[in-house]
């Protein structure tokens, strides 16, 4: 057993919780005010069956890890360690190679907070004068300065680099730390950032990890530079201000995204405590699923110039790759129901006044970036007007690109009276008609709607089990032990996979994408390597394919089994929630559990579960559900 399984074998997720959320025993199951977000009536529910919870109001769930990593705003490694000590489990000792990369770490994290308390010192001395002076015209104060650790880098070539030699930090080290740029010709060193506003940039913990500089002269370039690539620095994974933000973003339940330095800090500085900026770059996907452990709901806050349109199509690509989505039921025409996808989350564009940023709408009048708020608009209502605003329209052929380029975002308006209002509005936008912008969206619909599965099998048990594993720990485990034995299965994920699996250890495996063995924490590579262990070798059950080709084949068997295995445990846990909103009589979280408990069930007929084959065979008359021999005949066996 890995020190993970150990971990949670030893704890009880209602023990775990209950230490910091008030449960009451509801039927089978605990309940209490969510944790995650402001609620009157509680929506949290705690299941001790499955080991895992939910809530019902903000989406939040998961499992004992997933809750002390959302809660504790910790990573991964840290929220095992942390349970690890509560359950009493010795996590097996690093190797060297491993104790290395922790020493650098801590090192480089040291570096960093000195090279932040020089940077604060300068900006208080008589040398930072010039720059309190444009903070102060920027409308920056005092509090805000120390809050976000701002400071200043000497106009001078080796002022940080003699500083922190003189505190013992070696010149090889300074450079991994990207504070330092070698000479030309490697003969010493210099500070990467001089005569510049800086900007410390931390993780989510608090610790500076990096840091930003704005040029003080206008001969300066670039205007903005930050620390290149290190061991603790990686900017596609950091949000500016995260570290400030998350508790607000948790409570006000959504998270604004900026595009500067600045208009972070006067949002926070104003009370608007759930802004965070992406430091100059493009989202990216890992920025993401940053925000979405906290909240499904973005909002992108952009100036009204074309590169800030540019900025907000690319952003809305990214998200609608990291975020998960769902399946929602759409009435036919014929009284049936089919269920086609949508994003799991809200995504919002607020769109600013013309030629103005919002640290200076903020600044000027708070009442106007309030409204900007209240008045974001949908995706669907910016990607129209954008689209029609970019068209040829003078053109035939201008007109029927521009409705190509529309058709994605139509194809996910489920709701008829809706998808038929985007309709008549890009129809107008276009100065087309609306009939013909209907067939091409039926057209593109035939295209892209895969065939309906003849009907669902019952058999959702055709996966062997082994001893001590539920169902879905072993069809879990294999399907990673796939994906990492076979890397070119990763191309094959489907959106929103991470939401099938049950265990936060695997969707933290999931989320590294096809990284090596040897690129994972240490407890997470072991586990990995157990899992491979289980799966492979003489007497595996069930065992790894062989070749790429029978591979292929496991893996679409495992979609289907995890899709399956989803739907039928967050049925079970629906029903006994809905049971208990009944009887106490709460008429709205009935109402919602029971909207959500009828899309997984009407769902359930669309899954079709592989049958037995040769590398999944039907081990049910030889293993119980608790891993050991069984005492009955397998279902629909003969007597």
Same mark, same amino acid.
């Given at each position: ?7 949670? @074998? ?28 402001? $609620? ?43 349970? !690890? ?47 309190? !002076? ?27 680099? @003699? ?25 010493? @060193? ?55 933000? !998350? ?52 909002? *992108? ?19 609608? $790759? ?20 949508? *994003?799991?989350? &809200? ?42 605003? =970019? ?48 067939? =091409? ?31 879905e720990e072993v069809v879990e485990g294999y399907f990673l032990a796939l994906l990492y034995r076979f890397p070119a299965l990763w191309e094959a994920l489907p959106a929103g996979i991470d939401s099938l699996l049950s265990q936060e250890e695997h969707r933290v495996l999931l989320g590294m994408l096809p990284a090596g063995p040897s690129d994972l924490e240490s407890e997470l590579r072991r586990y ?41 445990? +967050?049925?079970?846990?629906?029903? &006994? ?9 709460? +008429? ?17 007929? $669309? ?33």
């Amino acid at each position: 057993m890995s020190a993970i399984e150990e971990v949670k @074998s030893r704890l009880d997720i209602v023990e775990v919780i209950g230490e910091r959320v008030p449960l009451k025993k509801a039927g089978r199951s605990y309940k209490g005010l969510c944790p995650f977000h402001q $609620e009157r009536t509680p929506s949290f529910f705690v299941f001790p069956e499955s080991q895992h919870y939910h809530c019902f109001g903000c989406g939040a769930g998961g499992d004992v890890f997933t809750f002390v990593m959302q809660l504790e705003r910790l990573e991964f490694p840290e929220a095992l360690q942390l349970l !690890a000590r509560r359950a009493g489990v010795m996590l097996r000792p690093p190797t060297p190679q491993e104790q290395e990369a922790d020493r650098t770490r801590r090192r480089l994290l040291e570096i960093h907070r000195e090279a932040a308390r020089f940077f604060q010192e300068q900006l208080q001395s008589p040398a930072g004068a010039t720059v309190r !002076a444009y903070l102060e015209q920027r409308g920056v104060r005092a509090e805000t300065v120390r809050t976000f650790g701002l400071g200043y880098a000497p106009d001078r070539w080796e002022a940080l680099f @003699s500083h922190l030699r003189e505190r013992g930090y070696g010149e090889t080290e300074l450079r991994m730390a990207g504070l330092v740029v070698e000479r030309e010709g490697g003969a010493g @060193s210099y500070d990467r950032f001089r005569h510049r506003l800086i900007f410390p940039i931390r993780d989510l913990q608090g610790n500076t990890v990096g840091f930003g500089g704005r040029a003080l002269d206008e001969t300066q370039q670039p205007k903005y530079l930050n620390s290149p690539q290190t061991p603790i620095f990686d900017k596609g994974s950091l949000l500016y201000g995260l570290d400030q933000a !998350a508790s607000a973003i948790r409570h006000e339940g959504r998270a604004v995204l900026v595009e500067g330095y600045f208009d972070v800090l006067m949002a926070h500085q104003e009370g608007y405590k759930n802004v965070v900026a992406p430091m100059g770059t493009s989202l990216t996907v890992a920025q993401v699923r940053l925000l979405k452990r906290m909240t499904r709901r973005l909002y *992108l806050a952009l100036d009204a110039d074309a590169a800030g349109r540019l900025s907000a199509r690319r952003d809305l690509e990214v998200i609608r $790759e990291a975020m998960d989505e769902r399946l929602v039921p759409v009435p036919t025409a014929q009284g049936l129901v089919r269920f086609e996808r949508e *994003l799991d989350g &809200e995504v919002r564009i607020v769109v600013l006044p013309a030629g103005r940023d919002p640290d200076e709408v903020i600044l000027a009048n708070r009442a106007e970036w309030e409204r900007c708020l209240e008045q974001a608009l949908p995706v669907i209502d910016f990607v129209l007007e954008q689209i029609a605003q =970019e068209a040829d329209l003078e053109t035939a052929r201008g007109k029927r690109e521009a409705v190509q380029q529309a058709l994605p975002f139509l194809a996910e308006l489920h709701d008829p009276v809706e998808q038929a209002h985007y309709i008549q509005r890009l129809a107008h936008l276009l100065e087309v008609d609306e009939r013909a912008v209907s067939a =091409e969206l039926r057209r593109a619909r035939a295209r892209t709607t895969p065939a309906r599965p003849a009907g669902p099998e019952e058999d959702v048990e055709a996966f062997p089990l082994l001893p001590g594993m539920r169902r879905e720990e072993v069809v879990e485990g294999y399907f990673l032990a796939l994906l990492y034995r076979f890397p070119a299965l990763w191309e094959a994920l489907p959106a929103g996979i991470d939401s099938l699996l049950s265990q936060e250890e695997h969707r933290v495996l999931l989320g590294m994408l096809p990284a090596g063995p040897s690129d994972l924490e240490s407890e997470l590579r072991r586990y990995l390597e157990d899992l491979l262990a289980r799966f492979q070798g003489q007497g595996a059950s069930p065992p790894l394919p062989l070749d790429e080709d029978t591979a292929r084949r496991a893996f679409q068997d495992c979609l289907q089994r995890l899709k399956a295995l989803a739907n039928e445990r +967050q049925r079970r846990e629906y029903t &006994e929630v809905l049971a208990q909103a009944q009887e106490e009589g709460n +008429q709205e979280l009935a109402q919602e559990v029971f909207r959500q408990l009828s899309i997984l069930s009407q769902h359930r007929w $669309e899954i079709a579960m592989p049958p037995p084959r040769r590398i999944f065979p039907d081990a049910r008359r030889y293993l119980s559900d608790e891993g050991g021999p069984a005492t009955g005949r397998a279902r629909g066996e003969s007597r």
